[in-house]
């Protein structure tokens, strides 16, 4: 299969405070690769490096064959390389479909001169920009909602529009930053369901940062786990997740987590009694 992302020995520190540290990602042209870890693990930094938030101390960057180390976020965005956030990132007074336009505007807006000054040119584009948002919203199940605001939709709702958003930059691979975080179970099953066929049916490569690790183990191929800012474990799903110094990172942070609750639980009793 063809590379179409690679990093190689990315690291980042912020204020002496190592973040992320000889990180190297291979990315398959359409593989769907789950990239997980506790919190603090890096996934969020590694993500950012790879979309230009961020600018990294060292390593390189690049997708499609081209370095992109230094390439600005919109320039990535052009190469076809798209992401969604953690914290939801929509213009509340627009409508759906107006949110999915600004997301074909960088690849199909008009030329700055047209926009300037209007006529046949720019209402081709924008009629342009509008039948790809409208067959976007269609494949993503949102085109009921066309015409509401976006800040009177559903969490749920936002989520999948700010993902239909990056879709319509008809990107080669799309980067999804926590996208279940906050749903319920039905919102959960839907997005895994919409990944699954984008990548499936669409051919379209993705790369997906999850805490939920069921979520992840039903959907990625491949999983790479970061741990204190390395690179704990990689490679297919099945065998990761069995092997124990990931099974040891989780549990033992859930066992940590559980003796704290447990000691809360005793100092309020035994303040209880006392009173």
Same mark, same amino acid.
């Given at each position: 299969?063809?590379?179409?992302?690679?990093?190689?020995?990315?690291?980042? +520190?912020?204020?002496?405070?190592?973040? %992320?540290?000889?990180?190297?990602?291979?990315?398959? =042209?359409?593989?769907? %690769?789950?990239?997980?870890?506790?919190?603090?693990?890096?996934?969020?930094?590694?993500?950012?490096?790879?979309?230009?938030?961020?600018?990294?101390?060292?390593?390189?960057?690049?997708?499609?064959?081209?370095?992109?180390?230094?390439?600005?976020?919109?320039?990535?965005?052009?190469?076809?390389?798209?992401?969604?956030?953690?914290?939801?990132? &929509?213009?509340?007074?627009?409508?759906?479909?107006?949110?999915?336009?600004?997301?074909?505007?960088?690849?199909?807006?008009?030329?700055?001169?047209?926009?300037?000054?209007?006529?046949?040119?720019?209402?081709?584009?924008?009629?342009?920009?509008? =039948?790809?948002?409208?067959?976007?919203?269609?494949?993503?199940?949102?085109?009921?909602?066309?015409?509401?605001?976006?800040?009177?939709?559903?969490?749920?709702?936002?989520?999948?529009?700010?993902?239909?958003?990056?879709?319509?930059? =008809?990107?080669?691979?799309?980067?999804?930053?926590?996208?279940?975080?906050?749903?319920?179970?039905?919102?959960?099953?839907?997005?895994?369901?919409?990944?699954?066929?984008?990548?499936?049916?669409?051919?379209?490569?993705?790369? &997906?940062?999850?805490?939920?690790?069921?979520?992840?183990?039903?959907?990625?191929?491949?999983?790479?786990?970061?741990? =204190?800012?390395?690179?704990?474990?990689?490679?297919?799903?099945?065998?990761?997740?069995?092997?124990?110094?990931?099974?040891?990172?989780?549990?033992?942070?859930?066992?940590?987590?559980?003796?704290?609750?447990?000691?809360?639980?005793? +100092?309020?009793?035994?303040?209880?009694?006392?009173?």
């Amino acid at each position: 299969m063809t590379e179409l992302l690679v990093a190689r020995g990315l690291g980042i +520190a912020f204020g002496g405070v190592v973040a %992320l540290k000889d990180f190297d990602l291979a990315v398959a =042209e359409g593989d769907l %690769l789950g990239l997980i870890g506790p919190n603090g693990a890096g996934k969020t930094t590694a993500f950012n490096l790879l979309t230009g938030v961020l600018r990294p101390d060292r390593g390189t960057i690049h997708f499609a064959g081209r370095e992109i180390t230094r390439a600005r976020p919109e320039r990535r965005a052009l190469a076809g390389m798209t992401r969604t956030f953690q914290n939801i990132r &929509l213009f509340d007074e627009l409508t759906v479909l107006q949110n999915v336009m600004a997301g074909a505007h960088g690849r199909h807006g008009a030329s700055t001169l047209a926009a300037v000054f209007g006529g046949p040119v720019l209402r081709r584009s924008e009629a342009l920009i509008r =039948e790809k948002a409208e067959a976007v919203l269609a494949r993503t199940g949102l085109a009921e909602l066309a015409g509401q605001r976006a800040d009177a939709l559903s969490y749920g709702d936002r989520r999948r529009v700010e993902i239909a958003r990056a879709l319509a930059a =008809e990107p080669r691979l799309l980067l999804l930053d926590e996208p279940a975080a906050g749903m319920n179970d039905r919102e959960k099953a839907a997005l895994s369901e919409l990944v699954t066929r984008l990548n499936a049916d669409d051919g379209l490569t993705i790369v &997906l940062v999850e805490h939920n690790v069921r979520m992840v183990a039903s959907l990625c191929r491949r999983l790479v786990v970061l741990h =204190e800012g390395s690179v704990l474990a990689e490679g297919a799903t099945e065998r990761v997740l069995r092997q124990p110094e990931v099974v040891g990172v989780y549990l033992g942070r859930r066992r940590d987590h559980e003796t704290r609750q447990g000691a809360g639980a005793d +100092a309020s009793e035994g303040a209880g009694g006392g009173c």
